[in-house]
T-cell receptor
């Protein structure tokens, strides 16, 4: 099926553990994004990627690592999870151009205990 | 980084009322997008405005882009419970970055 999918949908992990959230899109969109969503903060950009092997920091990158070896995949890794990283994480993609529509996955709800 | 300020943060109204949500920046927008997000889902694009002074209508929703391209508004006429959700403005850059405002949570009571 065409679209953008995130996995897992829900994850509970312990403080200090490494966690990877997966994102896969089937459109071959150039741009991909990771956001976190917390009440009162809207969507805050963690990292984004303009193409395979090109990534850049967003507003809140500390504690996160990304990679993009293939155009369709953009995993987000929390190297050592902290409670402050408890959040809902959204992956998005969009085609080249300043005004193109962003398509979002359904989100991953991550709880760090 | 262009900061987007949305107001109000929360809006609770009765069915049939009108409302306006604002998105402002100290910098000029090249373009602006409005998204709507329902609980448990990702945001979905409503509209993109590009030209200063532009007005776009989507059924009962009216979107305006300020003449100076530093502000935008979303007006909903005769709100319905189905309009309940989080409304987000966003601006993109030519190198791909897409930044969102903090959002307006709208609740329309029957």
């Amino acid at each position: 099926d065409a679209g953008i999918t995130q996995s897992p949908r829900y994850k509970i992990t312990e403080t200090g553990r490494q966690v990877t959230l997966m994102c896969h899109q089937t459109w071959s969109h150039s741009y991909m994004f990771w956001y976190r969503q917390d009440l009162g903060h809207g969507l805050r950009l963690i990292y984004y990627s303009a193409a395979a092997d090109i990534t850049d920091k967003g507003e809140v990158p500390d504690g996160y690592v990304v990679s993009r070896s293939k155009t369709e995949n953009f995993p987000l890794t929390l190297e050592s999870a902290t409670r402050s990283q408890t959040s809902v994480y959204f992956c998005a993609s969009r085609d080249r151009g300043q005004n193109t529509e962003a398509f979002f996955g359904q989100g991953t709800r991550l709880t760090v205990v | 980084t262009q900061l987007l300020e949305q107001s109000p943060q929360f809006l609770s109204i009765q069915e049939g009322e009108n409302l306006t949500v604002y998105c402002n920046s100290s910098s000029v927008f090249s373009s602006l997008q409005w998204y709507r997000q329902e609980p448990g889902e990702g945001p979905v694009l409503l509209v993109t405005v590009v030209t200063g002074g532009e007005v776009k209508k989507l059924k009962r929703l009216t979107f305006q882009f300020g003449d100076a391209r530093k502000d935008s508004s979303l007006h909903i006429t005769a709100a319905q419970p189905g309009d309940t959700g989080l409304y987000l403005c966003a601006c993109g850059t030519s190198y791909g970055k897409l930044t969102f405002g903090q959002g307006t949570i709208l609740t329309v009571h029957p």
